[in-house]
């Protein structure tokens, strides 16, 4: 394989044109599921890679329990210098698990947190509780989902941008935007060159929601200003609720977006249009990176197999 056993490692770049062309040209709902979906197989192929490396590398360290074939000559010369990358990896795929461990604790803890502070409440689809501090969010999971809203936040808004707002946090917890955030989260602490994915998978989320709640309530406008005064008043507010529905992704874009004619329902543009092809291009390319990234780390898998006495 010689070289090219690293590029799981690097093949994520060839991911943020498409992240680029999704988030301006596709639907968001078709954007955030493709980005989360590209995001999660190049994450997985690296660290699989990285855990890879490590044992080839490290095969032979004395006092190393792994089976004496996977030191084999012939295995170690598909890796490069084996031994440099070896020990690279060990740092490399602790930090790995840390931050992923790190993130999937806090989303727990901060979930089961706003849980458990609703816990003497009614059981209602719409939690409002008495704060003059204004924020809302969707809060997934538990016995129900539940929208959590202050009075704050409904004394800002009349009765139609509340009906928007309302919409676009049910909107949140049908299509379960938390698990495609959450996906996102985990792939950029596994490699870090797909944290622009995590950023455009925040804001397609954020404008399916959006798409939905102008459908819901008729007006695109009302929308617009919903989300423009719930910014606007909670920006120095915002509780610490799930670190993945946090982020409102960029306001003004959002706003902008809104205010202009509706996403094409289709979920492609036409193949022989500039954007079409560019699409088409970016997300071929991106496909070629995942197959190649999980050939790259099965054919290592393969031969660590081939080399396991029985």
């Known amino acids: 394989m010689g070289i090219f056993v690293f590029l799981p490692l690097v093949l994520p770049l060839t991911a943020w044109p498409i992240a680029r062309l999704a988030e301006k040209h596709l639907h968001p709902r078709t954007a955030t599921r493709l980005l989360t979906g590209v995001s999660g197989v190049m994450a997985v192929c690296s660290t699989l890679?990285?855990?890879?490396?490590?044992?080839?590398?490290?095969?032979?360290?004395?006092?190393?329990?792994?089976?004496?074939?996977?030191?084999?000559?012939?295995?170690?010369?598909?890796?490069p210098r084996h031994e440099i990358a070896g020990k690279a990896a060990i740092p490399a795929l602790i930090a790995v698990v840390m931050s992923c461990g790190r993130a999937l604790f806090r989303h727990?803890?901060?979930?089961?947190?706003?849980?458990?502070?609703?816990?003497?409440?009614?059981?209602?689809?719409?939690?409002?509780?008495?704060?003059?501090e204004p924020y809302a969010y969707a809060l997934p999971g538990g016995p129900r989902d539940r929208i959590v809203v202050s009075t704050g936040m409904l004394a800002c808004l009349t009765s139609r941008e509340r009906r928007a707002l309302f919409a676009h946090e049910r909107s949140h917890l049908a299509a379960r935007h938390h698990r495609h955030l959450l996906t996102v989260q985990l792939a950029a602490c596994a490699n870090p060159f797909l944290w622009p994915l995590q950023t455009a998978v925040t804001y397609s989320a954020e404008r399916w929601a959006d798409e939905e709640a102008a459908q819901a309530v008729g007006s695109r406008?009302?929308?617009?200003?919903?989300?423009?005064?719930?910014?606007?008043?909670?920006?120095?507010?915002?509780?610490?609720?799930?670190?993945?529905l946090a982020a409102s992704g960029p306001l003004p874009r959002r706003v902008s977006a809104l205010l202009g004619?509706?996403?094409a329902a289709r979920t492609w543009p036409p193949a022989f249009t500039m954007v079409g092809l560019a699409l088409w291009a970016a997300t071929t390319g991106a496909a070629l990176s995942a197959m190649f990234s999980a050939n790259s780390a099965v054919t290592l898998a393969l031969l660590l197999h081939a080399a396991t006495p029985l």
């Open 221 to 244: 406008k009302t929308v617009a200003r919903a989300i423009g005064k719930a910014a606007l008043v909670s920006r120095s507010t915002f509780p610490a609720t799930l670190a993945a």
């Open 49 to 79: 890679c990285l855990a890879l490396l490590m044992v080839v590398g490290t095969a032979q360290l004395p006092g190393n329990p792994l089976p004496d074939g996977w030191s084999d000559p012939e295995v170690r010369e598909s890796v």
């Open 261 to 263: 004619p509706p996403p």
């Open 108 to 132: 727990r803890w901060v979930r089961w947190r706003a849980h458990n502070a609703l816990s003497g409440l009614p059981r209602t689809g719409v939690a409002v509780l008495p704060d003059d």
